[in-house]
DNA sequence: ACTGAATTAATCGCCTGCGATTTAGTTTAA
DNA sequence: TTAAACTAAATCGCAGGCGATTAATTCAGT
């Protein structure tokens, strides 16, 4: 193995590590208005694009684990942004439903991707080269997430 | 979808988000080993590049706050891996220093690299997309984190 | 029909991660 | 020289994130 292909793990890991703090960090002043966390903002991604999905459903799209997704629904439950009931069907399942809060929520969060966007651009990095990264990184998660 | 917009621009964060969580677990058992965790895997390196450094300069190379660094350094001192000592010549800064414990870390630490990297070469992703991933990721990094 | 395996959420305990604030020490400028 | 501005670290409170375990339900094979 050589020297070079060792430094890459390292020079590889941290910034992805940090990259992705400094990107919930931009998000962080635009979902405030919405009083909504990073978090928070993917589960509502996740149920505006399919609602009623069960709590494992999320977490799997999210790669989350139970023990993080539970208390995370049980905060927007409290904050009246979703509801949880238990499934009729199977009753070991909770499903997730949006309230008429979260829905609305909806349209304005529609504002923020153009915002990050604009914001990433200013970076001057290509979008040719945001487009590659994403797919790198794409590639990694299927991989790892098995 | 109505708001395809809220699909896109999280093509690439929550990909940064996702391969954050999942690089860090594929090091867990790795680290598990030297009874430490990601975060202060990062901070002995930090330290076995320069000992010596006061909090300020860690928090910075890292990318976290003081209020992020100062608990995980007294956890750090507790396991007996590092000592804060107040500068003299400025006492507003706390110095950090390797024990020996710390430094002795530093040898079984270096077979983590290679195993990181084996694992990602198995993932087919070319050495040299990992290249360009990382590039694309230090450039955001310098840009977001002015 | 019954039992053991599998599935789904929830719970517990711990370690980050960060906004906001506080405390202590140093620098600066009137 | 001394009060205000600045800097470094710590503190507080809350929200993830996850390993390990538990509880409830369903499934599968006999």
Redesign the interface.
């Known amino acids: 193995?050589k020297y070079e292909?060792?430094?890459?793990?390292?020079?590889?890991?941290?910034?992805?590590?940090?990259?992705?703090?400094?990107?919930?960090?931009?998000?962080q002043p635009l979902l405030d208005k919405l009083e909504i966390t990073?978090p928070q903002y993917?589960v509502l991604?996740v149920l505006?694009?399919k609602d009623g999905l069960p709590v494992n459903d999320i977490a799997k799209k999210?790669?989350l684990n139970t023990n993080t997704i539970t208390p995370l629904l049980k905060r927007m439950e409290q904050q009246g942004l979703i509801s949880r009931k238990r499934s009729e069907k199977d009753e070991r399942m909770v499903l997730v439903q949006l309230t008429k809060k979260g829905k609305r929520l909806?349209?304005k969060?529609?504002k923020?991707?153009?915002a990050?966007?604009k914001r990433?651009s200013?970076?001057?990095?290509k979008i040719n080269?945001?487009v590659?990264?994403?797919e790198?990184?794409?590639?990694?998660?299927s991989?790892?997430?098995k």
Chains 1, 2 share one sequence.
């Open positions: 193995m292909q060792l430094k890459l793990a390292n020079q590889l890991c941290f910034p992805v590590y940090a990259a992705s703090r400094l990107i919930t960090r931009e998000y990073y993917l991604m505006w694009e999210l790669i909806q349209e969060a529609s923020i991707p153009e990050l966007v990433l200013d970076s001057k990095i080269d945001l590659k990264l994403k790198s990184l794409n590639y990694m998660i991989f790892l997430s």
